[in-house]
């Protein structure tokens, strides 16, 4: 019985050693195999593509929304001196923008190019990807304003460079209004779903030719929503404007818009002419008739 009992244990022992190298295989079978997937997938040229203009096209968004709260003078970056002027009767107008229009119109340029090789529900998902990382980021900056700030040295630790309050100062650079946020989130999105609208039209109607018409009339279609939406978010709901002088305001900010677009249409095909070159004649057709949705042509 002592014996019986002493082979049954030998034997248990022997299924459950086996079992555990078994099972210590499958892992490494599985590591290997998650491994190379992840390899092949990540040196697959049109997913690097997508991955570095995704990244790019989030950062630029975000890194926008959080310099938009400066103001800055057009005329005085070519150095000449602001000359107030008068628009539907508003007077007192010059071309002072937010510091994110430096930033937006690439935002579209990297738009058209998603657009291009990836379709339009690619372009809608980066865009909600974008605003809920922009959305998540503007909570973090109200944890912050917050917290408790350090007295001792912090809060004056700038003096002598004109500062006397860091956390006013803290608070003034990313303690932008409700308003202002959620106008400019609205704006952002609402004119990224119009650009990818317009684009495939105009694209659907003239095929492959005229890359300039598909992506500068989307953008300065586009644009112009953006400049109204988040102006009357912002200033006529937040502010209480009258509607004529966001639409003076607004049509201002939209000139500085539609001359950017016009001139960085050159860009755009600099941009694609380095991407065909980079994929190749073959893998650019399948990617471009993919994205209209012709996979099969």
Not at 15 to 36: E, K, P, W
Not at 191 to 210: A, E, M, N, P, R
Not at 217 to 224: A, F, I, Y
């Amino acid at each position: 019985m002592k014996t019986l009992l002493i082979k049954q244990a030998l034997i248990s022992y022997t299924a459950f050693h086996n079992c555990d190298i078994m099972l210590a295989s499958i892992g490494v079978l599985l590591y290997r195999n998650s491994f190379f997937m992840v390899k092949k997938i990540l040196s697959d040229k049109p997913t690097q593509l997508f991955i570095i203009l995704s990244c790019f096209f989030v950062a630029n968004a975000l890194i926008a929304e959080c310099i938009g709260g400066k103001l800055f003078s057009l005329e005085r970056v070519f150095g000449i001196a602001p000359h107030p002027f008068s628009l539907l009767g508003e007077g007192g107008l010059t071309f002072t923008l937010t510091a994110g229009v430096l930033l937006w119109p690439l935002e579209f340029i990297m738009t058209d190019i998603v657009n291009e090789y990836f379709g339009p529900k690619a372009v809608r998902r980066i865009s909600f990807i974008a605003v809920g990382l922009i959305c998540y980021a503007f909570v973090m900056f109200y944890l912050a304003i917050q917290v408790p700030a350090e007295t001792s040295f912090w809060v004056g630790s700038q003096k002598d460079a004109g500062i006397p309050d860091m956390q006013a100062a803290f608070t003034g650079v990313f303690g932008q209004g409700m308003w202002i946020i959620a106008g400019s989130l609205m704006a952002f999105l609402v004119s990224q779903l119009v650009d990818v609208w317009i684009f495939h039209k105009i694209k659907k109607t003239t095929g492959d030719k005229y890359v300039w018409l598909r992506a500068t009339g989307s953008t300065v279609v586009s644009q112009l929503v953006d400049s109204f939406i988040v102006l009357f978010i912002a200033f006529k709901i937040g502010k209480g404007w009258s509607y004529q002088r966001v639409i003076a305001i607004g049509l201002v900010n939209y000139s500085y818009k539609f001359t950017m677009a016009l001139i960085l249409t050159p860009v755009i095909y600099a941009i694609e002419k380095g991407i065909n070159n980079y994929l190749g004649k073959e893998t650019t057709l399948a990617m471009k008739n993919a994205a209209m949705g012709k996979e099969n042509e």
